[in-house]
């Protein structure tokens, strides 16, 4: 028995997701004939609207909205209760923090669903309609919203969020095969070539995808090599790279496959590319290679600190271009790779974290020399940093004009915890002890002799 308020020119949704679609002209036609078919389509879904039992579910549906609203406002204060009595995982208040905030989409997607089943049940299936559309668009976006909320990157995030909430809709509607076929006849076609908006849209969902698989495969592979106590820090660093640009790189690969993108195009790119490296890209690939020549030698690694010309500071991390080394006043210095291979660099940890540090001093010539190697070799080991293995020393280095100069020697192996301020403790260390024992310290002095002649007679 047909359904009495549906006109025959409308056809159930089912039926209108079969209806073949024609293949499509060539060129301006193509666009023409598609645009015609979508309005088509908007027009029937247009006719919808006008039936009688539309009013009806509109009313029932912001009914449905009202309902879970009032659910939301009861049930989320008990839930976040819940939630802050302790005793969950971070993963676990995370996924019931995404939960929450959509509650009320949520609540309204059950009740909306429920009330399409009853009313398929007991009426014409015109008569919910609408119901069904409103209840599988907001079951979309509920699953489109959390699965994004997953993603890190913004950008990525909304991108996904459009496109999928956008095919979903249209999907739904029915509206889906006209769309593309739409999209697929705007197109630039030289020869050999042919580029659609359709091709462009898919490339760029699939490219994303693609990307936030590879971006968890690599934040994942990061987090096994950290934990993994038997790899050195700058093996670790290059398999994390190598893994990052591996990824990547087949994630772009299978994005533009997935499109049809035909891969031999790349010769052309590859060309490209050598020749910018030959005008231009020297410094970057140079770079590059010294980063892999960097992380292969060992030579310098994360945590190691260094001195390279007026810089001194530990390092913090080893990027593809760059080092970062982070100074005691808090300064970060971005390094080029290369600098480390055509420079000299002080690695104060590279195979030692013993440190040997000096400093200089003078007493005047009434002290005895004996005397003050014993006390000024005694002098450092009250200070915390300093080892006693091997043990500081003392010597004479010079006499001096109105002096008697020493060299104080001692080891440390905390290197990273500055040089500067260890001296300084050293240095008051030997003072209170030249002072304890009534040893001066010189300062420079002259004797000027003033030579009056007394006038003749």
């Not at 309005?39 to 009313?59: E, I, S």
Request: charged residues 15%; contains cysteine.
């Amino acid at each position: 028995m047909a359904d009495p308020d549906s006109p025959t020119s409308i056809q159930p949704l089912e039926e209108a997701e079969r209806t073949p679609i024609p293949h499509p002209a060539e060129g301006a036609d193509a666009v023409v004939e598609q645009a015609g078919l979508l309005a088509d389509m908007v027009a029937d879904f247009l006719t919808r609207l006008q039936q009688p039992w539309t009013l009806y579910q509109m009313g029932i549906i912001l009914g449905l909205i009202f309902a879970a609203y009032c659910l939301k406002v009861v049930f989320r204060p008990r839930i976040r209760t819940s939630l802050a009595q302790g005793g969950h995982s971070k993963t676990t208040l995370r996924f019931a923090s995404i939960l929450v905030a959509r509650l009320d989409l949520i609540f309204f997607s059950a009740l909306a669903w429920s009330t399409y089943a009853i009313m398929q049940s007991i009426t014409w299936p015109s008569r919910s309609y609408f119901i069904y559309i409103v209840a599988s668009i907001a079951l979309a976006w509920l699953a489109i919203a959390i699965l994004s909320r997953l993603i890190s990157n913004n950008t990525v995030r909304v991108m996904i969020r459009t496109f999928g909430w956008a095919y979903a809709a249209l999907r739904i509607t029915g509206l889906w095969e006209n769309t593309s076929a739409l999209l697929e006849s705007l197109a630039i076609e030289t020869e050999g070539f042919r580029l659609s908006v359709l091709m462009v849209l898919t490339a760029l969902f699939a490219l994303a995808i693609l990307f936030v698989m590879a971006n968890f495969l690599t934040k994942s592979t990061h987090a096994r090599l950290n934990a993994a106590s038997d790899i050195s820090p700058s093996i670790k660093v290059l398999m994390q790279k190598i893994a990052q640009i591996g990824f990547y790189g087949v994630a772009l690969l299978i994005g533009l496959k997935t499109v049809g993108f035909d891969l031999s195009n790349f010769a052309l790119l590859t060309g490209a590319i050598g020749l910018g490296l030959g005008f231009g890209l020297q410094k970057i690939v140079s770079n590059l290679v010294s980063g892999v020549i960097i992380l292969l030698d060992k030579s310098i690694k994360p945590g190691d600190v260094i001195s390279l010309g007026n810089t001194f500071g530990w390092i913090t991390s080893l990027g593809a271009r760059y080092a970062s080394i982070t100074t005691r006043d808090g300064r970060e210095y971005l390094v080029p790779n290369e600098d480390f291979i055509t420079n000299q660099v002080v690695n104060w940890t590279h195979s030692s974290d013993f440190v040997r540090l000096d400093i200089l001093f003078g007493v005047s010539y009434d002290s005895d020399p004996h005397f003050v190697k014993r006390i000024a070799s005694e002098a450092p080991k009250s200070v915390g940093r300093v080892v006693s293995t091997p043990a500081p020393v003392c010597h004479i280095i010079n006499f001096g004009d109105s002096s008697i100069d020493f060299k104080l020697r001692f080891w440390i192996k905390d290197p990273t915890s500055g040089l500067t301020n260890i001296r300084g403790n050293v240095y008051l260390a030997l003072w209170d002890a030249l002072k304890e024992n009534d040893i001066q310290i010189p300062y420079p002095r002259r004797d000027v002799h003033i030579h009056t002649e007394l006038p003749e007679d």
